[in-house]
C-alpha cells in the first residue's frame, strides 16, 4: 500500500468499477428495500443539504444490500416548471429575443435541448458523493410514462369532482406571470410604512365625519368593498350596516362586524379588499362581498378602477393615491413600519394576493385516508415528534390550487369548444371522441400543472404506475422517505394522499425528516450571506481567488460583493483544502442527530479525514504482518491459538455490530458513526494494534499464538471495512482489496465489497472473562501513562511500578498479564506490595481499588519540576485573590447580573481546586 491516503487516486476508479459490474441494480433476492430520491430540480446543482440527505439514503441503500436484501435506490430528478423556464427564459433574452418570438412549441423544444447540454449537473454530482442508485432507471418527471401517470391521475380526479375549476385567490408572480406555491414565496421583513386613510360616512352620525383605517398597501383601497369592526366593539357599534364613501372612487361600501377584527389594534377599523388580501378574501366569503379585482397579471392597475389609475404600476399608483388622499385632507397620519413582504423566490419581485380563474384539487377528501394513515401507525415519522406538524396542516388543509400559467411542464388535459365548455381527456383525439365533438373546433388550456402535482406521484410512477407493473408489488410500498421539514405539506402529504388514493397503499412506511445543514455560526447558508459551501469544493478542495470569485459572481450590489469578499478571504485565507468524500460522509453521518439544526463545522471534516489515515495507517500495520506469513495451509484451525487480546476484539466487535444495528434502526447516525469511530479507533487502532505486538514479536510467543493473532488482526480489519463501508464507502473497497484474499471471513470472491455480506451480531463470539481482564489491563497503562504525562516522564523510559492494597484476582491478572503491561507501559520491574509493605515516595493512580505507585527518585529533575510547579502556583494565587477581591466587592456583587457573579464563582471554585493539585503534587516532590 502506499505510505498516505489520497483519496483523488481511487474515488472516480471504484465509482466506475462499481457501476460496470451493475453493483447498484437490485439483487431479485430477499426482503425488498426501496428508497425514492426525493428528485432534485433539474436546473440545480448539490447543495450541502442535498449531499447530507443522500449520505443517510445512500448509507441506509448499501447497509441493506449488504444484509442480502433485494434494494432499490430510485434516482431521477423534478422538471422544476418555473425555475428551468427562468433559465432558458434568460439564455434567449441574452439572445435578444423572448419565449413569445419562438412561440410555445418552439420554447418547449428549446428547453429539452438545454435539458440534454446541461441537466446532468446533479447526477455527475451524485457520482461524486459516492450515492449508488440504480441508474439503469433514472428518471424525470416530464419522461412519457411519468406525464400519462400525471395525466391518468388528473382524468380520473376530474371525473370524481375531485378537481375543479374556480376562481380564487392566489399567490401571483407579475414577472413570471403565474400563480405560486406558498414554498416558492419568501416572506422577509422589510421596512415600510403604516398609512392610516380617513373613510367619510356618507352620513354624518353623532358628530362622526369619518372613520380611520390603517394600512400597508394604499393602491389597494381602490378595490375596497367594506370596512370591518368587531361585534363587541361599543365604539362602532352603532355604525354597523352603515355606509361609507369610499374615497376617489364613487362607490359606496358598508360597514360591517366580524370577529377577526381586533378592537385593540389601531382605531379597531380595518378595511376589507377580498380580492387583493387572503384574509379578507376569507372575510368577503363569509359576508358575501363583492370580489372586485383592480389588477392586470402585470400588476398594474385594471379598468375597474377610476381613470386616472388605470394603466399604471402598483407602486406608482400608491404614490399618486397618496398624493391625492393628502389634497383632499383624507391622510391622517404616516408612521415608519416594519412588516413582512412576500417575493417570489426566484423573480424577487413582491407577490400579489390575485383572484384568477384556475384548477383545484378537492384536499379535504383525499386528506382523511392520509390522516388516518399516520393515526393507525402505517407510516411512522421519525422523530415522531414530526406528526403533529403534519396533522397540524392536514386537519385545516385547503384545496390545492394545480395549474401554473407557463408553457415548460405538463400541460393540463383540458380542452375548451366556442362556448368556454370544458372536456377533459388524455389526447384530443380521445377528447373528440369521447363527447361527439366531430369538427367542433378545441382550444387546449394553455397552463400546466403545478410542480408538486407531478412529484405527489413520483413513488408510485418510478414504480411504473399505472401500468400493471412487478415493481409495484415489490417495491410499493417503499421502505423510508428521507427529507427535510420544510416540504412536509408540500410534497409528503400530497404523496401520501395520491399514493393511498390509486394504488391503496400507502407511499412508504417510515419518513425520516433530517436537520436542515446550516453555517458553523448556525446560520442558513445562503448567497447573500455569503456562507454558502459546496459539497464538491470541500471534496476536491478549491484555491481562494477561484472561492471569492464562486460566492461574489453575478451579486447586484457592490457592497455586498466586497464585504462577503472580505469575509471569505478571512474565513479561509488558503481556500479549502481537498478532504475527500469519505471524510465529508462520515462527518454528515456524525452529525446526523434528531436536532432540528445542523451546525456543520470543516474542523469536524478535518477530524474524520485524519480518521481515513488512520484506517489507512492501522491497514499497512495489518498488512505488513499478515501478507508474508497468511495462507490457506497456516491458517488451519487445529494449529491456531488466540490470545487474551484476540479474544477480547472479536468480543467488542461483536457488542460494536450489536450497538451499531440498533442505532441504525432508530435512524441515529450520529451514534452509529460514534460507535464505528470509538471500537475502529480507540479499540482497533489505539489497544488491539499495540496488543498485538508482544505476540507477534515475542521470542516466546509459539507460532499458534502469532496465526492467531494474524488471523485476528486480518479479520477484525475485514470486519471494520465492512461496518464502515456504507459510510466510507471508498477507502474501504480500496483496502479491502488488499485484505480479500487473507481473510478467513465468508467472501464472495466475484465481487466487490459493495456486496459482500454485512457482519453478522454474534453472542456466542462474546468472551466476557477477556473483556474484564483487558478492562483491566487498559485501567493499570492508562493510569501510569496519566502519571508520566503529569510528571513530565518520557513514554519512552522504562520505569519501576509497584501495586498496592490489590485482592488476589488483581495479582492473578498482575501475573498472566505481566507481558502486556511491561510492553505497553514500557515497564523496567514490577512489584507487588504486601500488606505492610511500602514503596518509596511515588505518585499514584488506581486501577479498581489497587494503587499503582510509579516512584519520583531518579525519574524527574527535582529543582526544575519544582521551579515549574511554583511558577503554576504563583499564577493561580494571583487569580485567586483577584476573583477574591471582585467577589467581596459588594459594587460588583450587588449591580452585576446574577448569572456574571456565578461565573466568577464558579471560576473561583475551579482556582482553588487546581491550586490545591499543584500544592499537593509541590509536597510530594519537595519530599524525595
Given at each position: 500500500m502506499e505510505t498516505s491516503y489520497s483519496p483523488h487516486d481511487i474515488e472516480q476508479s471504484w465509482y466506475a468499477q462499481w457501476e460496470a459490474d451493475n453493483s447498484f441494480k437490485p439483487s431479485g433476492t430477499g426482503d425488498p428495500y426501496c428508497i425514492?430520491?426525493?428528485?432534485?430540480?433539474?436546473?440545480?446543482?448539490?447543495?450541502?443539504?442535498?449531499?447530507?440527505?443522500?449520505?443517510?439514503?445512500?448509507?441506509?441503500?448499501?447497509?441493506?444490500?449488504?444484509?442480502?436484501?433485494?434494494?432499490?435506490?430510485?434516482?431521477?430528478?423534478?422538471?422544476?416548471?418555473?425555475?428551468?423556464?427562468?433559465?432558458?427564459?434568460?439564455?434567449?433574452?441574452?439572445?435578444?429575443?423572448?419565449?413569445?418570438?419562438?412561440?410555445?412549441?418552439?420554447?418547449?423544444?428549446?428547453?429539452?435541448?438545454?435539458?440534454?447540454?446541461?441537466?446532468?449537473?446533479?447526477?455527475?454530482?451524485?457520482?461524486?458523493?459516492?450515492?449508488?442508485?440504480?441508474?439503469?432507471?433514472?428518471?424525470?418527471?416530464?419522461?412519457?410514462?411519468?406525464?400519462?401517470?400525471?395525466?391518468?391521475?388528473?382524468?380520473?380526479?376530474?371525473?370524481?369532482?375531485?378537481?375543479?375549476?374556480?376562481?380564487?385567490?392566489?399567490?401571483?408572480?407579475?414577472?413570471?406571470?403565474?400563480a405560486v406555491s406558498d414554498l416558492e414565496v419568501i416572506n422577509e421583513e422589510e421596512q415600510g410604512h403604516l398609512w392610516h386613510l380617513r373613510y367619510p360616512l356618507v352620513e354624518v352620525i353623532d358628530g362622526l365625519e369619518y372613520l380611520v383605517v390603517a394600512t400597508t398597501r394604499p393602491e389597494t383601497m381602490l378595490g375596497d368593498q367594506a370596512v370591518a369592526v368587531h361585534p363587541d366593539d361599543e365604539r362602532y357599534q352603532h355604525l354597523i350596516g352603515k355606509m361609507i364613501k369610499l374615497p376617489l372612487t364613487d362607490r359606496e361600501i358598508p360597514i360591517i362586524a366580524d370577529d377577526y377584527v381586533e378592537m385593540d389594534f389601531g382605531t379597531g377599523c380595518v378595511k376589507i379588499t377580498p380580492a387583493h388580501d387572503f384574509n379578507d378574501y376569507e372575510m368577503g366569503k363569509r359576508h358575501q362581498l363583492p370580489m372586485l379585482n383592480i389588477l392586470t397579471e402585470n400588476a398594474e392597475i385594471n379598468d375597474n378602477a377610476p381613470a386616472q389609475y388605470q394603466g399604471l404600476d402598483r407602486f406608482d399608483a400608491r404614490k399618486q393615491i397618496i398624493t391625492d388622499l393628502e389634497t383632499l385632507d383624507l391622510m391622517d397620519k404616516?408612521?415608519?413600519?416594519?412588516?413582512?413582504?412576500?417575493?417570489?423566490?426566484?423573480?424577487?419581485?413582491?407577490?400579489?394576493?390575485?383572484?384568477?380563474?384556475?384548477?383545484?384539487?378537492?384536499?379535504?377528501?383525499?386528506?382523511?385516508?392520509?390522516?388516518?394513515?399516520?393515526?393507525?401507525?402505517?407510516?411512522?415519522?421519525?422523530?415522531?415528534?414530526?406528526?403533529?406538524?403534519?396533522?397540524?396542516?392536514?386537519?385545516?388543509?385547503?384545496?390545492?390550487?394545480?395549474?401554473?400559467?407557463?408553457?415548460?411542464?405538463?400541460r393540463i388535459p383540458a380542452w375548451y369548444d366556442d362556448q368556454g365548455n370544458v372536456y377533459v381527456g388524455a389526447t384530443e383525439d380521445e377528447v373528440r371522441k369521447e363527447n361527439n365533438l366531430g369538427d367542433t373546433v378545441l382550444r387546449q388550456d394553455d397552463d400546466v400543472l403545478d410542480t408538486w402535482f407531478s412529484s405527489a406521484l413520483w413513488p408510485m410512477a418510478t414504480m411504473g404506475w399505472p401500468d400493471d407493473n412487478p415493481d409495484l408489488d415489490t417495491f410499493l410500498p417503499t421502505s423510508v422517505l428521507v427529507t427535510g421539514f420544510d416540504i412536509i405539506f408540500f410534497w409528503v402529504a400530497r404523496m401520501?394522499?395520491?399514493?393511498?388514493?390509486?394504488?391503496?397503499?400507502?407511499?412508504?412506511?417510515?419518513?425520516?425528516?433530517?436537520?436542515?445543514?446550516?453555517?458553523?455560526?448556525?446560520?442558513?447558508?445562503?448567497?447573500?450571506?455569503?456562507?454558502?459551501?459546496?459539497?464538491?469544493?470541500?471534496?476536491?478542495?478549491?484555491?481562494?481567488?477561484?472561492?471569492?470569485s464562486k460566492r461574489t459572481t453575478g451579486m447586484m450590489q457592490p457592497k455586498m460583493a466586497a464585504k462577503i469578499e472580505k469575509q471569505t478571504r478571512k474565513q479561509f485565507p488558503d481556500g479549502i483544502e481537498s478532504y475527500g468524500t469519505d471524510a465529508l460522509r462520515f462527518t454528515f453521518c456524525a452529525m446526523a442527530s434528531t436536532s432540528r439544526d445542523i451546525n456543520f463545522d470543516l474542523n469536524r471534516v478535518e477530524g474524520y479525514r485524519n480518521f481515513c489515515n488512520k484506517i489507512w495507517n492501522a491497514a499497512r500495520y495489518v498488512l505488513?504482518?499478515?501478507?508474508?506469513?497468511?495462507?490457506?495451509?497456516?491458517?488451519?484451525?487445529?494449529?491456531?491459538?488466540?490470545?487474551?487480546?484476540?479474544?477480547?476484539?472479536?468480543?467488542?466487535?461483536?457488542?460494536?455490530?450489536?450497538?451499531?444495528?440498533?442505532?441504525?434502526?432508530?435512524?441515529?447516525?450520529?451514534?452509529?458513526?460514534?460507535?464505528?469511530?470509538?471500537?475502529?479507533?480507540?479499540?482497533?487502532?489505539?489497544?488491539?494494534?499495540?496488543l498485538s505486538k508482544p505476540v507477534l514479536y515475542s521470542d516466546a510467543a509459539t507460532e499458534a499464538e502469532k496465526l492467531g493473532t494474524r488471523l485476528t488482526l486480518i479479520n477484525i480489519m475485514d470486519s471494520i471495512l465492512r461496518l464502515l463501508h456504507p459510510f466510507m464507502p471508498f477507502i474501504t473497497e480500496e483496502i479491502w482489496q488488499r485484505v480479500k484474499p487473507l481473510t478467513t471471513n465468508t467472501v464472495n470472491t466475484q465481487a466487490s465489497l459493495i456486496l459482500q455480506a454485512f457482519p453478522e451480531y454474534n453472542e456466542h463470539l462474546i468472551d466476557q472473562n477477556s473483556l474484564d481482564d483487558i478492562q483491566w489491563v487498559k485501567q493499570v497503562i492508562i493510569g501510569i501513562r496519566t502519571i508520566r504525562g503529569e510528571m513530565g516522564i518520557s513514554p519512552a523510559k522504562p520505569i519501576p511500578v509497584y501495586f498496592a492494597k490489590g485482592d488476589q484476582q488483581d495479582a492473578q491478572k498482575l501475573q498472566s498479564q505481566q507481558q502486556f503491561l511491561t510492553t505497553l507501559a514500557k515497564l523496567e520491574s514490577i512489584t507487588w506490595l504486601?500488606?505492610?509493605?511500602?514503596?518509596?515516595?511515588?505518585?499514584?493512580?488506581?486501577?479498581?481499588?489497587?494503587?499503582?505507585?510509579?516512584?519520583?527518585?531518579?525519574?524527574?529533575?527535582?529543582?526544575?519540576?519544582?521551579?515549574?510547579?511554583?511558577?503554576?502556583?504563583?499564577?493561580?494565587?494571583?487569580?485567586?485573590?483577584?476573583?477574591?477581591?471582585?467577589?467581596?466587592?459588594?459594587?460588583?456583587?450587588?449591580?452585576?447580573?446574577?448569572?456574571?457573579?456565578?461565573?466568577?464563582?464558579?471560576?473561583?471554585?475551579?482556582?482553588?481546586?487546581?491550586?490545591?493539585?499543584?500544592?499537593?503534587?509541590?509536597?510530594?516532590?519537595a519530599s524525595i
Open positions: 425514492v430520491i426525493p428528485p432534485p430540480n433539474v436546473t440545480g446543482s448539490l447543495h450541502m443539504g442535498h449531499a447530507f440527505q443522500h449520505t443517510i439514503m445512500d448509507s441506509l441503500t448499501r447497509y441493506h444490500r449488504m444484509k442480502g436484501d433485494n434494494t432499490l435506490w430510485q434516482p431521477g430528478c423534478d422538471h422544476a416548471g418555473i425555475a428551468t423556464q427562468m433559465v432558458v427564459e434568460r439564455l434567449l433574452n441574452a439572445e435578444g429575443k423572448t419565449r413569445q418570438d419562438l412561440g410555445r412549441e418552439e420554447f418547449v423544444k428549446r428547453i429539452w435541448e438545454w435539458k440534454e447540454e446541461s441537466g446532468d449537473t446533479i447526477s455527475r454530482q451524485m457520482r461524486r458523493l459516492g450515492d449508488s442508485p440504480d441508474w439503469s432507471r433514472e428518471a424525470f418527471t416530464m419522461d412519457d410514462n411519468l406525464s400519462a401517470a400525471v395525466s391518468e391521475v388528473f382524468i380520473r380526479l376530474y371525473k370524481e369532482k375531485l378537481i375543479y375549476r374556480g376562481k380564487r385567490l392566489v399567490n401571483w408572480d407579475p414577472v413570471f406571470h403565474t404616516i408612521e415608519p413600519h416594519k412588516l413582512m413582504v412576500p417575493r417570489g423566490d426566484r423573480s424577487n419581485a413582491i407577490i400579489e394576493p390575485l383572484l384568477t380563474d384556475q384548477w383545484y384539487v378537492d384536499a379535504k377528501t383525499l386528506a382523511k385516508p392520509a390522516i388516518e394513515a399516520v393515526e393507525s401507525g402505517q407510516i411512522k415519522f421519525v422523530p415522531e415528534n414530526w406528526n403533529k406538524t403534519y396533522y397540524q396542516w392536514m386537519y385545516n388543509i385547503q384545496d390545492w390550487c394545480i395549474s401554473r400559467q407557463l408553457w415548460w411542464g405538463h401520501i394522499m395520491m399514493g393511498i388514493k390509486f394504488t391503496d397503499k400507502v407511499p412508504f412506511h417510515e419518513i425520516y425528516i433530517t436537520g436542515l445543514i446550516r453555517d458553523d455560526n448556525g446560520q442558513k447558508m445562503s448567497k447573500s450571506k455569503g456562507n454558502v459551501l459546496d459539497p464538491i469544493d470541500i471534496i476536491d478542495g478549491i484555491e481562494l481567488e477561484t472561492l471569492v505488513m504482518n499478515t501478507e508474508n506469513e497468511l495462507s490457506t495451509e497456516g491458517s488451519n484451525s487445529s494449529e491456531v491459538c488466540y490470545s487474551l487480546a484476540d479474544r477480547w476484539i472479536t468480543s467488542r466487535l461483536q457488542l460494536t455490530i450489536q450497538s451499531f444495528e440498533k442505532h441504525l434502526s432508530e435512524y441515529r447516525f450520529d451514534l452509529c458513526a460514534q460507535t464505528l469511530y470509538e471500537f475502529t479507533w480507540n479499540e482497533y487502532c489505539d489497544w488491539y494494534l499495540e504486601e500488606d505492610g509493605e511500602k514503596a518509596p515516595v511515588s505518585a499514584t493512580a488506581l486501577a479498581g481499588n489497587m494503587e499503582v505507585l510509579i516512584p519520583m527518585q531518579g525519574l524527574i529533575d527535582k529543582d526544575a519540576e519544582l521551579a515549574r510547579l511554583d511558577k503554576g502556583i504563583d499564577k493561580l494565587t494571583n487569580e485567586q485573590k483577584r476573583i477574591s477581591g471582585k467577589l467581596s466587592n459588594p459594587g460588583f456583587t450587588d449591580k452585576a447580573p446574577e448569572a456574571v457573579v456565578d461565573k466568577e464563582r464558579t471560576k473561583l471554585l475551579e482556582v482553588d481546586s487546581a491550586l490545591a493539585t499543584l500544592q499537593e503534587k509541590r509536597d510530594q516532590i
